[in-house]
T-cell receptor, first 115, second 115 residues
Framework: AQSVSQHNHHVILSEAASLELGCNYSYGGTVNLFWYVQYPGQHLQLLLKYFSGDPLVKGIKGFEAEFIKSKFSFNLRKPSVQWSDTAEYFCAVTSGYSSASKIIFGSGTRLSIRP | GAGVSQSPSNKVTEKGKDVELRCDPISGHTALYWYRQSLGQGLEFLIYFQGNSAPDKSGLPSDRFSAERTGGSVSTLTIQRTQQEDSAVYLC?????????????FGQGTRLTVV
């Protein structure tokens, strides 16, 4: 069965620090990978996605993620965080064989940025 | 409307009562998903629809939970004989047909409190 692991439950950084949030998935076939973000009091929204092509994908607000197939990983990075990046971040995976299949989410990583 | 709409936004109910949660997906989106988000927890998959059928309802926690979708549009999640452990935010999402890697768009959720 598909699963997603986010090992960092709560990350605290100072502004301008670099960020890397880990995401590993368990699925042997072709996958689509996503990072969603939930800002305080707001709904979940897409940060970036990967489904084919260049394994380094860039998203909104300076975020990027790299798909490393051999490591089953899709880590999220940002070179310099801002206080406004304080949010909960969710990694997610779906089967790449279907245009619609259930989306499996990780448990989330809460990011707190000290101003 | 332009986004996924959920109603009510908040629901307080007495233990043992039945509740219905409604989701209006984005027009034209054929896939619809229900998730549950408990305090400090990730997103727990409940069920997803492709059109009016539910290929995967494996996440429904018990037979007190059911969901239906009519006309390929609105979906209702029903919880019978509510229990305190049902208290959570129930999220609905929809996605467009066609290309793989299509993202899911989330509603604001319904916060259910069972007292």
């Amino acid at each position: 069965a598909q699963s997603v692991s986010q090992h960092n439950h709560h990350v605290i950084l100072s502004e301008a620090a670099s960020l890397e949030l880990g995401c590993n998935y368990s699925y042997g076939g072709t996958v689509n990978l996503f990072w969603y973000v939930q800002y305080p009091g707001q709904h979940l929204q897409l940060l970036l996605k990967y489904f084919s092509g260049d394994p380094l994908v860039k998203g909104i607000k300076g975020f990027e993620a790299e798909f490393i197939k051999s490591k089953f990983s899709f880590n999220l990075r940002k070179p310099s965080v801002q206080w406004s990046d304080t949010a909960e971040y969710f990694c997610a995976v779906t089967s790449g064989y279907s245009s619609a299949s259930k989306i499996i989410f990780g448990s989330g990583t809460r990011l707190s940025i000290r101003p | 409307g332009a986004g996924v709409s959920q109603s009510p936004s908040n629901k307080v109910t007495e233990k043992g009562k039945d509740v219905e949660l409604r989701c209006d997906p984005i027009s034209g989106h054929t896939a619809l998903y229900w998730y549950r988000q408990s305090l400090g927890q990730g997103l727990e998959f409940l069920i997803y629809f492709q059109g009016n059928s539910a290929p995967d309802k494996s996440g429904l926690p018990s037979d007190r939970f059911s969901a239906e979708r009519t006309g390929g549009s609105v979906s209702t999640l029903t919880i019978q004989r509510t229990q305190q452990e049902d208290s959570a935010v129930y999220l609905c999402a929809s996605s467009a047909p066609g290309a793989m890697g299509t993202e899911a768009f989330f509603g604001q959720g319904t916060r259910l409190t069972v007292v």
